[in-house]
């Protein structure tokens, strides 16, 4: 019998937006409504910790910033694709969010007069993000913990790693979770749920993220029956350390840094006259695709990998201390070069997932007719409340989890408060089920000649050659063959460790599947989406193509493989125009 642990509200995640939604309930809902907090791994272990760069907001309207201003860069940025609605009420409830962090304790970066300094990201046309150093997301999550402190009516379960949403009758009944303590698989009941569970980064091998990141959110969200929007728009951000994928902050090229070919030119000039490397991601990183493909790329014989540089001399040793002392550590010990005497080795590097769990502007998980799946709420980069579109813009990520960290630990907090009583308790059969697929399926399986570590390296590796910067018909469908076969292969892997307490064996099989998942409705998204927009190029159909697929995809777990839909993209105030920088 599956032991049951009872919560007004569980949040899943304790990166930015798992944390902001704690903090938002018990700052509004106190002594009324109790949170769970689940993470698979320990709270400041969240992947929220390495953002870097920076939290987009506009401060100053006094010197020409606008909240306007704000969301036509991101719509543009989007090539169009975002919601314009929620656009409008990321931008318009951020100041608020960075004098909040301040009240609480933040210690953001200061311009000589004192006021909050910000810098510019690809794709603005003021600079509005505001930083703490290059270690801005760290400094977010311990202000919010620190904050979340102050209050005692909340629970949280550090190292306990959800495996399912239990939802029937169309309605949120709980959530499946082993404890990795002692092993054992616990019920989660609650009025309401917020997924806060990140991205699925690690679907590709040269990859800013972690190991932990690997789509488990989504992938469980799938194979619940909830649809994934836009999976296809993953964004590969320019700049990535060769040959460990480490990020290099779009901070630096806001500082001035520019980017060089083996000629020694700044190649930007050709592609974004206007912007030049601070273009948005995609133009720059499809840029340097370029630029390395037509020979002007160096090659690093150990890794094979191409690469450009990244210069940041100029700047001198001084502004790089102050502002950038992380991109300077990490490339003296990643990479073997001191940036205040020699450019940085750098290529296009996978980075964010703009698609994510479909959801309504107010967060909630919506199924593929967008009907509310009542209980669900979704925030920061797991949901697709479609504020990036197709191409996010730098530093508007950790602004969203912000954002809708707030909105949803408000929805969910109200709900809770109003509902008499849990949902009804979910049928033995799913939640035994369960119990009977994780134990005496995937753990007691025996182990055979297939390893889950061999069948990741087989998928990064297909992903990082067929699905990344540039992709084509004949490309995808090799991906998709291929991790179909992984599928397939993957029936046969075992952990080799039988044990209970602290299986990371077992815990890796169980993210692999999930990056399995999550990888072909990738692949099923992009082979469909005839045409190039955002972070999604397609050499075969390089143009954007409004009349045909100005529309969201929505993909929908079958037997047979993901089932797409098209959802409609809200337009408010601006018409799409193309795209120039
Ligand atoms: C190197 C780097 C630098 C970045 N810099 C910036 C920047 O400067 N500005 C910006 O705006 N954005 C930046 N980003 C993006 C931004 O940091 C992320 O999009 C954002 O922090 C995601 O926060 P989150 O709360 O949604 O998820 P995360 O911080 O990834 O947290 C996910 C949480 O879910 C939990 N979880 C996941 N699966 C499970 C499971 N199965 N069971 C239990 N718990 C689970 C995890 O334990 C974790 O607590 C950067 C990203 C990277 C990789």
Redesign the pocket.
């Known amino acids: 019998m599956v032991e049951t642990i009872n919560h007004d509200v569980v949040i ?7 944390l902001r939604a704690a903090v938002e309930i018990m700052r509004m809902f106190e002594e009324k409504v109790n949170v769970g907090i ?4 320990q ?1 400041m272990r ?3 910790v ?7 907001a506009v401060l100053y309207p006094d010197e020409g910033d606008s909240i306007a201003l704000h969301a036509w860069d991101t719509v543009k940025g989007s090539d169009f694709l975002a919601d314009q609605d929620a656009v409008w009420t990321l931008v318009s409830h951020m100041p608020q969010e960075i004098y909040l962090l301040e009240h609480w304790g933040i210690l953001w970066s200061r311009r000589e007069d004192g006021r909050i300094a910000q810098r510019y990201f690809g794709g603005q046309t003021f600079p509005r993000t505001v930083y703490a150093g290059d270690k ?2 760290l400094f977010e999550m311990q202000t919010l913990y620190g904050k979340l402190q102050e209050y005692d009516n909340y629970e949280r379960y550090d190292e ?4 399912s949403y239990v939802i029937e009758d169309g309605e949120y009944r709980g959530v499946t ?1 082993i404890n990795m303590k002692d092993g054992n698989l616990y019920l989660f009941r609650s009025k309401a749920v917020i997924i ?4 699925g ?1 690690r679907v590709y091998g040269f990859s ?2 972690g190991h ?2 690997t789509g ?2 989504l992938a469980m969200a799938y194979r619940a029956g909830i649809p994934l929007k836009d999976m296809e728009f993953y964004q590969f951000h320019p700049t990535g350390i060769i040959p460990s994928g480490i ?1 290099v ?1 779009e ?1 630096a090229r806001g500082e001035g840094g520019i980017l060089l070919n083996k000629n020694g030119e700044r190649f930007m000039k050709k592609y974004a006259p206007t912007k030049m490397e601070l273009a948005p991601r995609d133009i720059v990183s499809r840029a340097m695709f370029t630029e390395m493909k037509e020979g002007r790329g160096f090659k690093d014989e150990e890794s094979g990998l191409e690469y450009l540089l990244l210069d940041l001399r100029h700047l001198g040793e001084e502004k790089l201390n102050e502002r950038l002392p992380l991109v300077r550590e990490v490339a003296i010990k990643f990479a073997g070069v001191d940036p205040a005497e020699e450019p940085i080795p750098v290529r296009p590097v996978a ?2 997932t703009m698609g994510g769990i479909h959801a309504d502007i107010r967060g909630r998980v919506l199924d593929a007719q967008g009907r509310w799946i009542k209980g669900m709420w979704v ?4 949901a697709a409340y479609s504020v990036h579109g197709a191409n996010r813009l ?6 969203e ?1 912000l954002v809708w960290g707030k909105i949803t630990g408000r929805e969910a907090g109200l709900y809770a408060l109003k509902s008499p009583s849990l949902p009804p308790m979910p049928s033995n059969e799913k939640v035994a089920g369960e119990e009977k697929r994780l134990f005496d399926g995937l753990l007691k399986r025996e182990s055979g000649k297939e390893t889950a570590y061999q069948i990741k390296k087989e998928l990064n590796h297909v992903m990082d050659t067929h699905v990344y910067v540039y992709r084509n018909e004949e490309g995808l469908r090799k991906a998709l063959s291929k991790i179909r076969e992984l599928k397939e292969r993957f029936k046969n892997v075992a952990p080799s460790d039988k044990s209970r307490i602290y299986n990371t064996d077992f815990i890796t099989v169980l993210e692999t599947e999930n990056l399995l998942d999550i990888a072909e409705v990738i692949v099923v998204g992009a082979l469909e989406r005839r045409e190039s927009r955002g972070s999604h190029a397609r050499t075969d159909y390089p143009k954007r193509d409004d009349e045909n697929w100005l529309k969201h995809t929505l993909a929908t777990y079958s037997r047979d493989g993901p089932v797409l839909s098209y959802w409609p993209v809200t337009i408010t105030t601006w018409k799409p125009v193309e795209r120039k920088y």
Request: net charge negative; proline share 0%; with cysteine.
């Open positions: 899943i995640g304790s990166g930015l937006a798992g689940i993470s698979k791994v709270l969240s992947h929220s390495s953002a870097e760069g920076g939290t987009a801005t997301g306990w790693f959800v495996t979770a806060a569970t990140g991205g980064g800013t993220y932990t990141v488990d959110g990020l902050t901070g980075h964010y925030a920061g980069e797991a730098g530093s508007n990520s950790t602004a989890c």
